[in-house]
């Protein structure tokens, strides 16, 4: 019998889920919804902001015709601490565990009682070659922020499953464990932040995160045509990059917040193809919100000079013929959700 698997996507500015049928390693879409999110929501530790959170959540599911109790979540990229530490030498499990703690708190900053740490081994030395390095992804999420989350899936009647990245779900969509995909240069774009990161043979080796997202794009639009922000993310989703547009004055206003993005994926994969010379990025495939922006994907391509691609959540997945071309339109919308639901155990 299928077995069914709920994603649950909560973003600042909306909510996503994602429910799948899982049959011997084939999935198919059963239900998919959207609703936007109540503000100040998951930014607010305020009770009522929080009951807020979950009565949006409830409508999404009961709208999504969504009846299962057990969720898989994500944790927002900008509220944990990712890090690939790859210059550990050979060490047992004791001494590994022992040298990841040391080398977190480097980069956690606060205590490690304050956090939950996860991480996974992407290669491991052995005794006899001494040259080779061991490569670890380590994850350490405050406990104060899994705490909240949980709290408000239990305001509204829910679960978890299990809870993870945004990044991390979204490479299981995107890239998956295909061993033909090329390596990626995965570029997640939030209302708040942009999230990078690249995989190789469907494991993550490096990420970065900046807080310059699709906020600082409307925000740049309506200084400088002095508009409502509904209007300028209207403008920003209608014409976005495109030059032959109102004179590409639109162009204008978003190049230098898109540049600071554009700038920061070539650090990222300048600092990749460094460490793996002999394995560099192919592609980049753009997700999240901001990904449908017009102009974007041939942007990025004339800047970056590789193959960029938007992204789709739903290749791997069996859908009706009636839904697939409307899936098509929000596609990178659901990178996280479709990435969540994708999880199996």
Do not use: C
């Not at 698997?5 to 909510?15: A, E, K, P, Q, R």
């Not at 998951?42 to 959170?53: G, P, Q, R, Y």
């Not at 999420?141 to 299990?162: D, E, F, H, Q, R």
Request: net charge neutral; charged share 20%.
């Amino acid at each position: 019998m299928a077995k069914v698997t709920v994603g649950l996507d909560i973003g600042l500015s909306s909510i996503k889920a994602v429910s799948l049928a899982a049959d011997h390693g084939q999935f198919k879409l059963l239900s998919l919804a959207t609703i936007s999110s109540p503000q100040p929501g998951m930014l607010s530790d305020n009770e009522a902001d929080l009951e807020a959170v979950a009565q949006s959540i409830k409508k999404l599911l009961s709208s999504a015709r969504i009846d299962t109790r057990e969720v898989v979540m994500a944790l927002p990229e900008s509220k944990v601490f990712t890090r690939v530490i790859d210059d550990l030498p050979y060490l047992t499990d004791q001494e590994l565990s022992s040298a990841i703690r040391y080398a977190a708190e480097e980069f956690i900053p606060m205590p490690l009682l304050d956090v939950n740490l996860n991480w996974q081994v992407l290669s491991r030395s052995d005794n006899k070659n001494k040259k080779e390095r061991t490569v670890v992804f380590v994850i350490a999420s405050p406990k104060n922020i899994v705490s909240k989350y949980i709290k408000v899936l239990g305001l509204a009647g829910l679960t978890p499953k299990a809870l993870e990245t945004e990044i991390i779900a979204v490479t299981r969509s995107l890239v998956g464990n295909n061993p033909f995909s090329p390596n990626t240069l995965i570029v997640q774009l939030g209302s708040t932040t942009t999230d990078f990161a690249t995989v190789a043979g469907g494991l993550i080796w490096l990420t970065r995160s900046i807080s310059t997202g699709g906020m600082s794009l409307t925000r740049s639009l309506a200084q400088q045509f002095n508009f409502e922000v509904v209007q300028a993310e209207e403008y920003k989703k209608v014409y976005g990059l495109l030059e032959d547009q109102l004179e590409g004055k639109v162009l204008e206003a978003l190049k230098p917040i898109v540049d600071i993005i554009v700038t920061e994926s070539k650090r990222v994969i300048q600092g990749y193809n460094t460490k793996y010379p002999q394995n560099p990025v192919k592609r980049v495939v753009l997700s999240g919100g901001g990904a449908k922006m017009p102009g974007l994907v041939i942007y990025f391509a004339n800047n970056l000079g590789l193959e960029v691609q938007e992204a789709d959540p739903w290749f791997s997945i069996s859908k009706d013929r009636a839904i697939a071309s409307k899936l098509t339109k929000d596609a990178p919308l659901y990178s996280v959700a479709v990435g969540l639901a994708l999880r199996e155990g």
